[in-house]
Structure formats: C-alpha cells, structure tokens
C-alpha cells in the first residue's frame, strides 16, 4: 500500500479499510523501529540509550529486540 494511499485509508470512514491501514502502520513501525536498533546496536549504542529514546525501560527493549540482534553477530 502507497504512502498516500495509507494515509487516505486511515481517514477512511469505512472501518474495514481503517483497520487495514491500522495493521499496515503497525507493521511499518516495527519494520522502521528493528532498522533503527540494529543501526544504534551497530554505532554501539547501549540498550539504555535506544530505550531511553524509545520511551521504554531496557529490559523491553532487550526482550524485544535482543535475540535478533544477537544472532546477526553470530552470522
């Protein structure tokens, strides 16, 4: 779904088509929030940091996220 039909769905009356766009926002954002850790995790960002950034303690973070970025650096 285009950005700009995404974002007309959202407004969308009909709520089929707005839980759609819901579920396709959603994953766009985890999608854009995994690039971003993997990115901090790469420049040697603590998990603190990116928590702080996101607004969540670290072990949320960690339980999030921590076990994909582990197996990237054992590949």
């Known amino acids: ?33 995994s690039l971003h850790v993997d990115r901090a995790r790469d420049l040697g960002w603590s998990w603190a940091q990116i928590a702080a950034e996101l607004g969540v303690t670290k072990q949320a973070v960690h339980q999030k996220h921590g076990g994909r970025a582990a197996a990237k650096r054992e590949e």
């Open 1 to 33: 779904m285009a950005s700009i039909d995404l974002a007309a769905s959202a407004g969308s009356t009909d709520p089929a088509v707005g839980l759609r766009a819901v579920a396709s926002l959603r994953l766009l954002a985890e999608q854009l929030e």
